[in-house]
């Protein structure tokens, strides 16, 4: 049996960290080019091989990234999960335009199509489905300007 979608999840926040330490691996470099003259000794050459090993190694971080993910969206999404997500978001939030507002925002995070980007597409529908079955009330003076067309 394969990984689960929270393994592979964490999985994959794993290759973002280790692509940020690579990113701060070549500040480090940059910090030490531009102390160099003050350092006894030449730390150019230990620079370059550092620069050249941490782009290697970025190379290698987002081909296992690409795997990881790949992986991640064959996964289908669980229509029970995501009913049960809508259900506490609108048990939490209570307020539909939050609701809403928040599950887009978290949906544009990811790449269309992708696993998580489904989830969110699938939470929204169950949220609009919903707030069919259980309208909202008006907030504020919705209800007196309802009152007044009448």
Known sequence: MGLSVKELTDLSEQT????RN????LDFVDLMNNDAN?????????????KKLSND??????????????ELDKIPIDPEATKDAASKLHLYHGNIHQII??????????????YWWRYWVSVLD?????EIE????????GTKFLEKIK
């Open 16 to 19: 973002a960290k280790a692509r």
């Open 22 to 25: 690579l990113d701060n691996l």
């Open 38 to 50: 003050k350092l006894e000794g030449d730390v150019t050459p230990a620079g370059e091989h550092i």
């Open 57 to 70: 190694m970025t190379q290698y971080v987002e081909e296992i990234k690409s795997l990881i993910e790949t």
């Open 101 to 114: 507002s928040m599950a887009g925002t978290q949906k544009s995070k990811h790449k269309e199509n992708s």
């Open 126 to 130: 169950n949220v609009m489905q919903l």
């Open 134 to 141: 259980n309208p909202s009330k008006p907030v504020g003076k």
